[in-house]
């Protein structure tokens, strides 16, 4: 039986460390190969370069976080505010996807604070879609396969929606036992240390990290430090309802049972009393906690 695969498709040169890179750690831990895919160069990141250098910049400190976590790293497609979702851009990601045959693909939330994470999310998705569809050409051409894929959603920045609705996990990994080198991954960024501060205000841009995998711990009721998870649809990725991440992590993957509940739970139309007359709208019932205020990386 061949080794399984995961890749982490991210936007921005750091955006996996900061909310994927536990979880591939676990896998590989768990004997499988992992790869990272950072959509666009990272070019914007910087006040003090221009963007030639801060590519070059940015992508040594990429391929050295993917050497902290044993990972196959591939290079950028496109500069940052230039990830599209076009079919340029997919048929890129989607020869990667074919290249890699991967069994799990992490990826963004479909929705998310900025453009270029919410476009990479789709991208993510339509590429792993494609990867059974013997009629789409990829750039590179790269031949269809028919094994199953999973695709797996990190959580949005500050844990909700573009706008502050707040948003649940429908699943947490515990990366307690792989938190120093997840840390130690995301210190690899050195550049991003005055970009974040300087641009959001972030400060020290490892206690952030720190601060989302503990809120993350902390929303699951078991674990000090975690990731949480959205599983994909699978129709048209998988021939089953597949859940690989469990099957691959055991005791450190757990679902949430108030995702669940919420899931199968109609939409409510609540109508409050309005001094100009009756309105109707109709809000989810989700319910959700806001993570720590800490501004995320590009």
């Known amino acids: 039986m061949s080794r ?62 993917a050497r902290v976590i044993g990972a196959t790293w591939h290079p950028p497609i496109t500069d940052d505010m230039e990830v599209i979702y076009d079919i340029r851009l997919l048929r890129k990601v989607a020869a990667v996807v074919r290249e890699v045959r991967p069994s799990i693909v992490l990826t963004h939330p479909l929705q998310d604070y900025m453009e270029d994470h919410m476009e990479t ?19 590179p051409e790269r031949p269809a396969y028919q094994d199953d894929i999973t695709v797996y959603h990190c959580m949005p920045h500050g844990a909700c929606d573009p706008i502050r609705r707040p948003v649940i996990p429908s699943a947490w990994v515990d990366t307690g036992s792989v938190h120093r080198q997840s840390m130690k991954a995301l210190a690899c960024h050195r550049s991003q240390r ?41 129709d048209g990725f998988s021939r089953h309802d597949t859940d690989p991440l469990a099957d691959a992590l055991g005791a450190d993957y757990v679902h949430n049972p108030a995702f669940t509940a919420t899931r199968h739970a109609p939409l409510i139309n ?8 009756p309105r109707t709208s109709v809000r989810p019932t989700a319910p959700g906690t806001h993570s720590p205020s800490h501004h995320h990386a590009d």
């Open 194 to 234: 005055e970009w974040l501060d300087a641009t959001q205000g972030m400060g020290d841009y490892l206690e952030s990290m720190e601060a989302h995998a503990r809120h993350m711990g902390r929303l699951s009721g078991a674990f000090e430090f975690a990731e949480g998870w959205w599983r994909h649809q699978h």
């Open 270 to 277: 609540a109508i409050p009393q309005h001094p100009h007359g």
């Open 121 to 139: 999310g789709r991208l993510a998705v339509s590429a792993a879609f494609a990867h059974t569809i013997a009629n789409f050409v990829t750039d």
């Open 4 to 65: 399984q695969t995961a890749i982490a498709i991210a936007a921005h040169p750091d955006d996996i460390e900061f909310k994927m890179c536990g979880t591939l750690l676990l896998l590989r831990r768990a004997g499988w190969a992992i790869h990272c895919f950072n959509l666009a160069t990272g070019n914007g990141g910087s006040t003090l370069y221009d963007s030639r250098k801060t590519t070059e910049i940015r992508a040594g400190e990429a391929r050295d976080a």
